[in-house]
Nanobody
Framework: QVQLVESGGGLVQPGGSLRLSCAAS????????MSWYRQTPGKERELVAA????????NYGDSVKGRFTISRDNAKNTVYLQMNSLKPEDTAVYYC???????????WGQGTQVTVSS
């Protein structure tokens, strides 16, 4: 049974930090590129950050470059998103996504809420 379970969301003040985790099970984690998306009501899901299956390459959405860092630990089947200098506009539900490096197989997590507010 494939599972992606996000955790680490919550309420944080502007300028603060959070670290999201996404724990994977039920598939060969090291064969999948991983990414974080976010979504707010009425808007399309937006790519935040992505990392290749071996972790050798990353890319980021323009709005988070220099503030967010994606990383992964293939031994722990987990991908992380370190979020620093958070802004109110970062408020969203954050989802992790797994995409197989060779075909179209992909999976989504259930999401975790991040709220940036004073």
């Amino acid at each position: 049974q494939v599972q992606l379970v996000e955790s680490g969301g919550g309420l944080v003040q502007p300028g603060g930090s959070l670290r999201l985790s996404c724990a994977a099970s039920g598939f060969t984690f090291s064969s999948y590129a991983m990414s974080w998306y976010r979504q707010t009501p009425g808007k399309e899901r937006e790519l935040v950050a992505a990392i290749t299956s071996a972790g050798g390459s990353t890319n980021y959405g323009d709005s988070v470059k220099g503030r967010f860092t994606i990383s992964r630990d293939n031994a722990k089947n987990t991908v992380y998103l370190q979020m620093n200098s958070l802004k109110p506009e970062d408020t969203a539900v954050y989802y992790c996504k797994a995409v197989h490096r060779m075909d179209t197989r992909h999976y989504w997590g259930q999401g975790t809420q991040v709220t940036v507010s004073s």
